[in-house]
């Protein structure tokens, strides 16, 4: 890419090495983040803030300054997500033998903290496994961890906790998702063996099978309240019948001359 006895910079030091370094499917974003941690970025992202910045990662920073920006506008800004406590013993994390690279290590928990659903796990697992092979059993905690946080926060759960054999749910009284509909689908499915409750402060004491089971197990009973995506509206186009042979005939006599 350059002469050899040309004299790099340090900047085009950098900038080779990060070309170098990302160069698998979308790394685009992160050789962007490589450059402006290089170059700065003015005085709002550059020398005075981009310490700020690179503590908090990129994608955080922004949200809180556009927050900053809406309340000096005057503007409504979204409160805060709600606290989930998970009172489970188990190591979720991902060390530093699977994924070498502090970098690519901070990038892989900012995709597992998206995860949302069981679909998200089985997408993330995917990526791990093509880009670092098989998936410790501490990193397949940590997905179903935080897939059990956002499944919480849709359905108002403010609590998890092991009690005795059960595991225990406790809903916040003012974000309470626990609906006729959705007390008929746990009942249907776990039957007897779920303890429903409905006064001032709702829960649901769950049995599980076994330790090793356990996360997963939570996580196919949150599943009742996951947010189902709606459908693609259809496409107008697509529900025109199709054109028969018939539609294209036509009464030959039309075109004789009397």
Do not use: W
């Not at 974003?29 to 290089?38: G, N, Q």
């Not at 170059?39 to 709002?44: D, L, P, S, T, V």
């Not at 949302?116 to 997905?143: N, W, Y």
């Amino acid at each position: 890419m350059y002469k050899k006895d040309k004299v790099l910079t340090e900047v085009a030091s950098k900038r080779l090495r990060a070309i170098k370094e990302f160069t698998e499917f979308g790394s685009g974003f992160r050789v962007a983040m490589k450059d402006l941690e290089i170059r700065g970025a003015g005085n709002i992202l550059g020398t005075e803030q981009s310490g700020h910045m690179m503590q908090i990662g990129y994608e955080l920073y922004c949200k809180l300054m556009d927050d900053a920006v809406r309340k000096l506008r005057g503007e409504k800004v979204a409160d805060s997500e709600m606290e989930v406590s998970i009172e489970i013993k188990v190591d979720a994390f991902i060390s530093g033998d699977y994924i070498k690279d502090e970098k690519l290590r901070l990038d892989m928990y900012k995709r597992i903290a998206d995860i949302r659903s069981q679909e998200d796990i089985a997408d993330v697992t995917e990526e791990l496994e093509d880009r670092f092979g098989k998936v410790p059993g501490e990193t397949v905690s940590l997905m179903y961890v935080a897939c059990i946080q956002a499944l919480c926060r849709q359905a108002g759960i403010k609590r998890v906790a092991l009690d005795g054999e059960k595991v225990l749910f406790e809903f916040d009284a003012e974000i309470n998702g626990l609906t006729a509909e959705r007390i008929a689908q746990l009942t249907e499915a776990y039957g007897s063996s779920l303890l429903v409750g409905l006064g001032k402060r709702p829960y649901i004491r769950m049995p599980f099978t076994s330790r090793s089971k356990l996360l997963p197990e939570i996580t196919e009973l949150l599943s009742v309240f996951e947010e189902k995506k709606q459908p693609p509206a259809p496409d107008p186009a697509e529900e025109r019948p199709a054109m028969r042979d018939e539609d294209f005939l036509f009464d030959r006599s039309m075109f004789f001359m009397s």
